[in-house]
């Protein structure tokens, strides 16, 4: 008798366990959904705040309930995506995700914030806080860490799958900067040691010319650059940047796209510049997402 109903009681066991974690699971997304209302909130008044101070207390307050909301059990699945001021990337193979976001100031610059939520087995919450040291950081080629940050407002990732390595991964973000220039940046992000590395020795430019550890691009603050993954391609597409007049090479406030492409392409190890390419510009929401809140008048030059 205990043979003809041991499979029935197997199946009943398993029905349980998983009418029980349906059920946890339910009650993580309706706590995860008040917190993500809640977020929302102090989002909205942080970025109407009449000033600096105001608005930096309401971005302590957003870490202090997010860090809260993160330690609910399921969170790394959950897409946080109302929050559509706060940018929220899982990486493809689901090792990780980045939250990343920046205070506008009053003076048209901008702090970026971040961390890095990295998926465990047990649930567990663990966490990289982002510490945006741009300011202090007077070499755009100098290799980082969690705590001396190139911020950035990241939107895209890419992992580097290369044979006999660790995969690395590379973030495409915005960054900001005056109230005369944006920038854009292609970040490498490694894991070495339980410990977060930026940057990296990949990017090959034009023959005779050092490899980079970082690319970031400067341009007007009224026009709006392509910077995305074309999956067609297989490259790492964006607009090549020039002055509106050679008389103003070097000086970003007069760059824009000229209207044709470049990319980077994975060739061994390596990201390798790939210059004129033949791309449509198709539209793209990320686009349009990233031209800048405020736009100023372009200045002219005598």
């Known amino acids: 008798m205990k043979q003809v109903f041991k499979p029935f009681l197997i199946l009943l066991w398993l029905n349980c366990a998983v009418t029980n974690v349906s059920a946890q699971l339910s009650q993580s997304t309706e706590v995860l959904n008040k917190y993500q209302d809640s977020l929302f909130n102090i989002t909205h008044t942080l970025f109407s705040a009449p000033t600096n101070e105001e608005r930096f207390a309401q971005n302590a307050k957003f870490i202090k309930m997010l860090v809260t909301a993160l330690k609910t059990p399921s969170s790394f699945d959950f897409g946080f995506d109302s929050l559509q001021t706060i940018s929220v990337v899982k990486s493809p193979d689901n090792t990780f995700k980045i939250f990343s976001w920046y205070i506008p100031t009053l003076e048209g610059t901008y702090r970026f914030f971040g961390t890095v939520q990295m998926a465990t087995r047990d649930g567990k919450l663990k ?176």
């Open 127 to 302: 966490l990289y806080p982002l510490i945006d040291e741009t300011n202090q950081i007077k070499d755009n080629n100098q290799i980082t860490n969690n705590k001396q940050w190139y911020g950035a407002r990241y939107y895209e990732i890419v992992p580097l799958i290369v044979s006999g390595q660790n995969t690395s991964y590379v973030l495409l973000g915005w960054k900001g900067n005056t109230n005369k220039t944006s920038k854009k940046v292609i970040e490498v992000l490694s894991f070495k040691n339980d410990e977060l590395q930026f940057g990296k020795a990949i990017f090959q430019g034009p023959k005779n010319t050092e490899v980079k550890n970082r690319i970031v691009f400067e341009y007007n603050k009224l026009n709006s650059m392509t910077l995305r993954l074309d999956k067609n391609e297989q490259m790492i597409v964006f607009d090549h940047l020039a002055p509106f007049d050679p008389a103003m090479e070097g000086n970003f406030e007069y760059y824009a796209s000229d209207s044709s492409f470049d990319g980077y392409r994975l060739v061994g190890n390596q990201l390798k510049l790939v210059e004129n390419i033949e791309l449509k510009n198709d539209p793209n929401a990320k686009d349009d997402f990233y031209i800048d809140p405020k736009p100023k008048e372009i200045p002219v030059k005598n």
